[in-house]
């Protein structure tokens, strides 16, 4: 914010040091002109902050209950619109029973390869999230 200050007040005193050979007229035009730049700065400006918000990591939250893990674990920061996966994975004698995403059951989806694991791809990334796992024992012989 600095910097558009410094760039109004570099242009306001270019523009009046100009002024003692001026008339009236070509003083108000001028401020009109300033006036103009100022407004065309702030517009940049905000636009600047809307690409920012946009395109700023997006954080996804993960965590494991008592009888297995979840990889990646704690805060990941991803990039907007990637499409990461987490994959929830029992210990011996347990099994998944749950996988909440943003506080909402999406099931214990078993992972087509391994007997005790669940995975879970979050798409097109555009907020924060939270993802937690939640395991039982596993009464399977």
């Given at each position: 914010m600095n910097a558009?200050?410094?760039v109004v007040v570099?242009?306001?005193?270019g523009a009046l040091a100009g002024i003692g050979t001026l008339g009236c007229n070509t003083f108000k035009g001028v401020g009109r002109d300033?006036?103009?730049?100022?407004?065309?700065?702030?517009?940049?400006?905000?636009?600047?902050?809307?690409?920012?918000e946009h395109h700023r990591l997006k954080r996804i939250?993960?965590?494991?209950?008592v009888g297995g893990t979840i990889s990646p674990s704690g805060l990941t920061s991803v990039p907007p619109g990637s499409s990461p996966t987490f994959t929830a994975t029992a210990n011996a004698g347990y099994r998944v029973a749950d996988v909440l995403v943003d506080g909402r059951s999406v099931g214990a989806f078993p992972d087509l390869y391994h007997?005790?694991?669940s995975s879970y791809t979050f798409y097109d990334i555009t907020r924060h999230?939270?993802?937690?796992?939640?395991?039982?024992?596993?009464?399977r012989r």
């Amino acid at each position: 914010m600095n910097a558009v200050k410094t760039v109004v007040v570099v242009l306001v005193a270019g523009a009046l040091a100009g002024i003692g050979t001026l008339g009236c007229n070509t003083f108000k035009g001028v401020g009109r002109d300033i006036q103009g730049v100022g407004r065309g700065i702030q517009n940049a400006v905000e636009k600047a902050q809307r690409w920012n918000e946009h395109h700023r990591l997006k954080r996804i939250t993960a965590s494991a209950g008592v009888g297995g893990t979840i990889s990646p674990s704690g805060l990941t920061s991803v990039p907007p619109g990637s499409s990461p996966t987490f994959t929830a994975t029992a210990n011996a004698g347990y099994r998944v029973a749950d996988v909440l995403v943003d506080g909402r059951s999406v099931g214990a989806f078993p992972d087509l390869y391994h007997d005790n694991a669940s995975s879970y791809t979050f798409y097109d990334i555009t907020r924060h999230h939270t993802i937690s796992a939640s395991f039982e024992v596993n009464e399977r012989r």
